[in-house]
């Protein structure tokens, strides 16, 4: 067991960079590598870890002998390619999602991985909000009975601007709905206990990047979807994206729905809400403890242990130790490669759907 972890950073763009911010203060961890082609990105990183020795190639850090652990946090098209070479060591590894953006190299991904014993870890911090977390767990609890419906509404802002505009092309993302909605997709499935049978999708690229053009091609992010999922045990999961949303109080809502009551979980006002029904159907008082008010509660959720909020209410600084300890005690990933296929996969059959305005099995990718 080591008393501190050395982390290679690759990939050292904005997420990258705000990885970089968790590891200096959560404690038991310091940034000893950086790699990245990029120059003012490796300037960035260097500045928040001005002991890290910078590469430009990927393979380089991984041989050097001066890391424990990598974070992978490159364009998500590169993710296979640079996995092929970290899985082939011994290090511990955490890799952001989406996982990757194609069928063929998330076979390939899981392929490399198996024949590993060192951890891999995938990075889907949103199960850590703290609010989403609470919603969740008392969902597992049974609070609400048994779930018939998971709906999650995000409406925010455009994609920011990343290096080379990678991120405006749905050949190098997967799509919005694989790049910003693998997250939900994971939600849903933790809380429904299953993954996805079905998918039926709508959307567009209304408002957002229309007069953008690179290198005389035209930016091609969907703006705006519904994406609804049917599970093999009868519940139901819906999307409801809009990135010309800004103005919400409220960016973030998830709904959890069952037979006997209601969860919801507000960012970024960390708020939970919660209410039961009676057998009749009318609301009554939580029967768990007398803490719980009758009829509706409301409260705010807020994890004070968190060092560093972030860009995700503290989920990533938690996801981070909870890696940290992962590797020090030995223990397995919480969150695994498998959580990263089933994510994409379901993003990549609501983009099919929306191309072909059909319902799409999603045994038509993944049998």
Known sequence: MK???RYG????????????ENIKVMGGATVTAISDPHVPSQEAALAMAPGAK???DHRALLESGLVDAVVIATPNDTHAAVLK???ESDLAVFVEKPLATTIEDLKSILAWDEKRSAMT???LEYRFMPPVAEAIARAKEGEAGKIHQVSIREHREPFYPKVDNWNRFAERTGGTLVE???????LMDIVIGEQPIRVFASGGQSVNHL???YDGKQADMLDNAFVVLE???????MLDLCMFGEGSFDKEILTIVGDKGKIESFLPSQVLRASRRDSIGKLSGWKTGAARTPGNEQKIVHNYDVKYMGHHYGASYIEHTKFRDAILNSTPAEVTLKDGVTSVVTGLAAHKSINEGRVVEVKELWG
Do not use: P, Q
């Not at 950073?9 to 970089?20: F, L, P, T, V, Y």
């Open 180 to 186: 910003k909605c693998c997250h939900y997709f994971n």
């Open 54 to 56: 910078v590469f430009t």
């Open 231 to 237: 599970y093999a045990n009868g519940a139901r999961g």
């Open 85 to 87: 070479d970290a899985l």
């Open 211 to 213: 007069d953008e053009k």
């Open 9 to 20: 950073i690759i990939g050292a763009g904005s997420m990258g960079r705000e990885h970089i």
């Open 3 to 5: 008393s501190e972890l």
């Open 121 to 123: 870890w995938m990075g």
